[in-house]
């Protein structure tokens, strides 16, 4: 099991050796985490997130390439023709009509390297396997497919992380037919944001909206290729917003979802979602396996951002402190006080689990059982809230943090450095 890290879905496995008073408090907190707050996309409180595109992963090539090129292209559309869910019943017909031709199949492949177990090597498997050596790997192409977006008519296209991470190959199949390749410019797995490139002019392209000021009960679309079954159209309203990782289970990225009701199934990956204007509004990302009507997009505006970054850049950088925490209850805290000779006195903030070894969190001297309650002079009594302010901070600038610990409390003032990210290899 693992607890919310808001800095890292990555930190190194070393193990920091805590004081014997606070291993109680680790104990008990690790065991109720799966009652009280989402741990992980394998976590036993609810069921797992699916990031629904095959993944077809390796480390993609060109990244990077003609950066300065495509950030000389325009990528804010000509907004769409305005269509009324109550004036017309068939708004829907008119969205598609509009979007669908800049809503593409991403189909992207891998190549994996598998090496033979040593019993591969005994005469009496060669007799049936034949001279399958372990010193010698075996290589398979993993193959998947999700959807995207054009953002520009010259061939940007937005789309998940997960759908191309590590891909040799990227194909780009067009509503009119084309099948064009494709490069990934960048790819962030901590937002699940990736910007491809195709190279074509005068493609279509689909209208950016706002998802500042969304109301749950508006009416939705998706489009997209699930399943395989390509140029899809399906129909909701929004269900929510502002639903962190951690409501959904999916503790390694950095987003605030939204949520809704419309039908998405793997391969609407990296698809828009719309409003009655036939402006994107988010990204689709993220099921939930075993339930239905449960559907996650990324705020377009998170994913424009990043989009941003990845063209100027080809990466993005998030700040990392390298702590592993737990919103803290009264409930909770009569658990560890009741279960451990700790006495927590505070009743609510965010109370530190773990530190990651020679991270900026243990330069800076916090410890396990430390319990946040402010940065920068902002209250926090949630783990959402800690990491909403982390993300918001600057590389290298100091945040101040005021924590409490064994009934007084501290300033500690910490440097965030930039998240190391795992990747799929």
């Given at each position: ?75 804010t559309p000509v907004i769409a ?69 054009i953002i520009n008519s010259g ?271």
């Open positions: 099991m693992t607890t919310k890290d808001c800095e890292s879905q990555s930190q190194n496995s070393d193990k920091q050796h805590l004081p014997s008073q606070l291993s109680s408090i680790a104990k008990i907190g690790f065991m109720l985490l799966c009652s009280i707050t989402v741990a992980s996309l394998t976590g036993c409180s609810i069921p797992s997130v699916s990031f629904e595109a095959q993944k077809p992963d390796a480390e993609a090539q060109a990244r990077g390439e003609n950066i300065a090129q495509s950030t000389n292209e325009k990528t023709p305005i269509f009324s869910g109550s004036d017309n019943p068939n708004f829907v017909v008119g969205v598609v009509k509009r979007v669908g031709p800049a809503v593409v199949r991403i189909n992207a492949a891998r190549t994996i390297s598998e090496q033979l177990p040593d019993e591969f090597d005994d005469p009496f498997f060669r007799r049936f396997f034949g001279d399958m050596r372990p010193s010698e790997p075996r290589q398979r192409v993993e193959q998947g497919s999700g959807s995207g977006f061939g940007q296209i937005l789309t998940n992380s997960h759908v191309v991470n590590g891909a040799d190959r990227v194909i780009v199949k067009l509503k009119d037919g084309r099948e064009l390749e494709g490069r990934v410019l960048g790819e962030d797995p901590v937002t699940d944001v990736a910007v491809i490139k195709i190279d074509a002019g005068k493609l279509p392209t689909v209208p950016l909206g706002n998802s500042e000021n969304l109301q749950p009960g508006e009416a939705v679309i998706a489009i997209g290729n699930p399943l395989g079954l390509d140029n899809t159209v399906t129909s909701g309203i929004l269900s929510a917003t502002g639903r962190s990782s951690s409501d959904i289970g999916a503790t390694d990225k950095r987003v605030d979802y939204i949520q809704t009701d419309a039908a998405i199934n793997p391969g609407n990956s990296g698809g828009p979602l719309l409003n009655v204007r036939g402006e994107v509004i988010g990204m689709n990302t993220a099921i939930i396996r075993g339930a239905q009507g449960l559907g996650f997009a990324i705020p377009i505006n998170t994913a424009q951002r990043i989009a941003q970054e990845l063209i100027s850049k080809g990466k993005v950088d998030h700040p990392y402190l390298g702590i592993k925490m737990v919103t803290l209850t009264p409930e909770l805290k009569d658990t560890i006080n009741s279960g451990s000779e700790v006495n927590i006195t505070a009743s609510k903030g965010v109370l530190l689990l773990g530190i990651v070894p020679r991270s900026p969190a243990a330069t800076a001297g916090l410890k396990q059982g430390d319990i946040i309650q402010g940065i920068n002079n902002q209250s926090v009594t949630k783990i959402e809230e800690v990491q909403k302010i982390v993300e918001a901070s600057k590389i290298g600038e100091s945040i101040q943090l005021q924590v409490q610990r064994e009934g007084q409390t501290l300033r500690v003032s910490i440097r965030p450095e930039p998240l190391p990210v795992r990747r799929y290899s």
